[in-house]
């Protein structure tokens, strides 16, 4: 049974900095794509960052590029988002997926974490 697990989330200030974590199990890290992703109240969910555990190549959206820094660590199953100089905006629940690696770095992902909170005061 493939498992995502995030945690990390929290209440940061402006330009602070957090890491998310996400602990997947139930698959093969190299296989797959993992992605961040992100929802605000009112808002579309949007795709901020993806991986690709066989290659490493990445994806970052333009909103969060120079700031956000997503990696993998494949012998532990676990992806991170490294993100600093955080903005109001940046508040959301952040999801972590995962889904096959066929050459498409975001694909639609099959795989869903339970989401972490990640709240910004100005």
């Known amino acids: 049974e493939v498992q995502l697990v995030e945690s990390g989330g929290g209440l940061v200030q402006a330009g602070g900095s957090l890491r998310l974590s996400c602990a997947a199990s139930?698959?093969?890290?190299?296989?797959?794509?993992i992605g961040w992703l992100r929802q605000a109240p009112g808002k579309e969910r949007e795709g901020v960052s993806c991986?690709?555990?066989?290659?490493?190549?990445?994806y970052y959206a333009d909103s969060v590029k120079g700031r956000f820094t997503i990696s993998s660590d494949n012998a532990k199953n676990t992806a991170y988002l490294q993100m600093s100089s955080l903005k109001p905006e940046d508040t959301a629940v952040y999801y972590c997926?995962?889904?096959?690696?066929?050459?498409?770095?975001?694909?639609?992902?099959?795989?869903w974490g339970q989401g972490t909170q990640v709240t910004v005061s100005s």
């Open positions: 997926a995962a889904d096959l690696y066929l050459g498409t770095l975001c694909p639609p992902f099959g795989f």
């Open positions: 139930g698959f093969t890290f190299d296989d797959y794509a």
């Open positions: 991986i690709s555990g066989s290659d490493g190549s990445t």
